[in-house]
């Protein structure tokens, strides 16, 4: 099983500013990729941005240039930075995870407990 541990949601004002970090641990023997993504209150889990071990990263439309996804290989932690929020992007923010551990052969999807993150206008 692996664990993800998130942090770093709140409320900011439109125009501002917040960086959500992700910390895997337990049983990872690989990371295929990491990445975040929202739900916001009657609308569908939606990508906001993925970022696989090779290094190439994939963003939601509505977020391209605004937001950026890191990651520290050696933690097992994704980031992501948001900049020039807008209401819009008000929503429960979740960490996902591809992992594989050992003695297994396959890869797995895994999921945070999510971080609210509140935009207001």
């Known amino acids: 099983q692996v664990q993800l541990v998130e942090s770093g949601g709140g409320l900011v004002q439109a125009g501002g500013s917040l960086r959500l970090s992700c910390a895997a641990s337990g049983d990872i023997f690989s990371i295929n990729a990491m990445g975040w993504y929202r739900q916001a209150p009657g609308k569908q889990r939606e990508l906001v941005a993925v970022?696989?071990?090779?290094?190439?990263?994939n963003y939601a439309d509505s977020v391209k240039d605004r937001f950026t996804i890191s990651r520290d290989n050696a933690k097992n932690t994704v980031y992501l930075q948001m900049s020039s929020l807008k209401p819009e992007d008000t929503a429960v923010y979740y960490c996902n995870c591809n992992a594989r551990g050992y003695g297994s052969s396959r890869y797995r999807d895994y999921w945070g407990q999510g971080t609210q993150v509140t935009v207001s206008s």
């Open positions: 970022l696989n071990s090779g290094g190439s990263s």
